[in-house]
């Protein structure tokens, strides 16, 4: 099946696994062709086959966004294949634990360049023709870490609650012309995440019941076609996150140092 925008079409970044993958196949329920970003160009043909089984077209292009100019020759490609981009799911991330002067400083300001200023730059790039059309938007995913800081794993918590605080500010700004913003703010999921945020395998992610990648996805695709500006996957995780502005400052920071360090083997 073509890729020939009769349906509208969904751009998700980071589609080559776990939230992303799972909102790719979220969008193609809800009656959109996707296009597939990520660096792995065998996962992502994967993908593509799964959700054409599932009756959604699906084209692949992969990119390292990390990489200087990539946003710009996403942008192009998009225009090159004559598609136009009406969901734009700024999905690919990734965190690191430990202290922050302690960090690899290539990774913490990479981890902040694809986090931060690419979300940003796509938002930009494909944000303008929503606005022209008058429809259509945008999903940042953003954490549950947007809440609060975060002591050792500084740099991530900071980087989510800028997607947080822009998407709920691009959301105000687009809603008169017709389009929309969402931030996504999912607690922990089990993904390929953990394994690069170096979290410790013997530690369990939380006490409580976890949401699913594919939870995760359909919540963040049911909020974004209510048009909502924020939207927390889980009860549990919608009271921890709310509750963050009324805690006392110094035992929030107490309660997250103590998180991460187990989850980074420190403790103790
Ligand atoms: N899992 C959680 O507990 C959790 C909780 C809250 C929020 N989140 C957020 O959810 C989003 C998705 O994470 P996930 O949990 O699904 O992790 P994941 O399984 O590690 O997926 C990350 C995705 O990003 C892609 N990616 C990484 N670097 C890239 C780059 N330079 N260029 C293009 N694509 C790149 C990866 O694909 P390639 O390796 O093929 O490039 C992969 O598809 C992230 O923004 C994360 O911060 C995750």
């Known amino acids: 099946m073509a890729l020939d925008q009769t349906r509208p079409v969904a751009l998700v970044t980071g589609a080559s696994g ?48 990390q990489a200087p100019g990539a946003g710009a020759a996403l942008e192009a490609e998009v225009t090159q294949r004559g598609l136009s981009v009406d969901v734009l799911i700024n999905n690919a991330g990734y965190g690191i634990t430990g202290a922050v002067l302690e960090a690899d400083l290539h990774e913490l300001l990479g981890m902040i360049d694809l986090n931060c200023r690419i979300l940003t730059e796509l938002s930009w790039r494909f944000g303008r023709g929503m606005q022209a059309r008058g429809r259509g938007g945008i999903v940042n995913v953003a954490s549950t870490a947007a809440f609060q800081p975060g002591p050792f794993m500084a740099g991530y918590y900071a980087s989510k609650a800028y997607v947080l605080s822009f998407t709920e500010a691009l959301n105000h700004e687009l809603r008169p012309t017709g389009a929309h913003a969402t931030a996504l703010c999912p607690g922990p999921v089990a993904t390929g995440f ?12 939380t006490a409580l019941p976890m949401e699913t990648a594919q939870s995760v996805a359909q919540a963040g695709y049911d909020g974004f076609a209510a048009k909502k500006a924020v939207v927390i996957p889980g ?8 509750s963050a502005a009324f805690t006392p400052r110094l035992l929030l920071l107490s309660a997250i140092e103590n998180l991460q360090k187990k989850r980074s083997g420190t403790h103790g």
């Open 18 to 65: 776990g939230i992303g993958e799972a909102l790719a196949h979220a969008f193609a329920k809800g009656g959109y062709d996707l296009v597939l970003v990520a660096r792995s160009a065998d996962k992502l043909a994967e993908v593509a086959g799964a959700l054409r089984a599932q009756g959604a077209a699906a084209t692949v292009i992969a990119s390292d966004l």
């Open 194 to 205: 953990q394994e690069r945020a170096a979290f410790d395998k013997s530690m369990r992610l």
């Open 235 to 242: 009860a549990m995780n919608q009271v921890l996150a709310r």
